[in-house]
């Protein structure tokens, strides 16, 4: 499975961005797509998820209303629609696919990654 995020950028506060993570391969192992974020000098958490199948989504308590995770099953592509972006949205931002059919939130549940794309929020 490969994974290629884009989108990233450099924005004021409440602006918003969508990125996209395609994924391709062998792409039925996986039921799961999420994102995570790794702010400079800290660990990557977990953003927001969603199953490939059933559309159910989760995420994070600090994005809830403002980022909306979906997915294109037709062109195998995920997006990350981020309104009211706050400084502290600023990471690089990775896309993960999971064999997990219920709620993955830890890294190690994610077994193929994208690169990252930089996401810059200025005050």
């Known amino acids: 499975v490969q994974l290629q995020a884009s989108g990233g950028g450099l924005v004021q506060a409440g602006d918003s961005l969508r990125l996209s993570c395609r994924m391709s391969?062998?792409?039925?192992?996986?039921?799961?797509l999420g994102w995570f974020r790794q702010p400079p000098g800290k660990e990557r958490e977990f953003v927001a998820s969603?199953?490939?199948?059933?559309?159910?989504?989760y995420y994070t308590d600090s994005v809830k209303g403002r980022f909306t995770v979906s997915r294109d099953n037709a062109k195998n592509t995920v997006y990350l629609q981020m309104n009211s972006l706050k400084p502290e949205d600023t990471a690089t931002y990775y896309c993960?696919?999971?064999?997990?059919?219920?709620?993955?939130?830890?890294?190690?549940?994610?077994?193929?990654w994208g690169q990252g794309t930089q996401v810059t929020v200025s005050s």
């Open positions: 993960a696919a999971s064999p997990y059919t219920g709620w993955a939130s830890r890294p190690d549940e994610y077994d193929y």
């Open positions: 391969g062998d792409t039925f192992s996986s039921n799961a």
């Open positions: 969603v199953s490939w199948y059933t559309g159910t989504t």
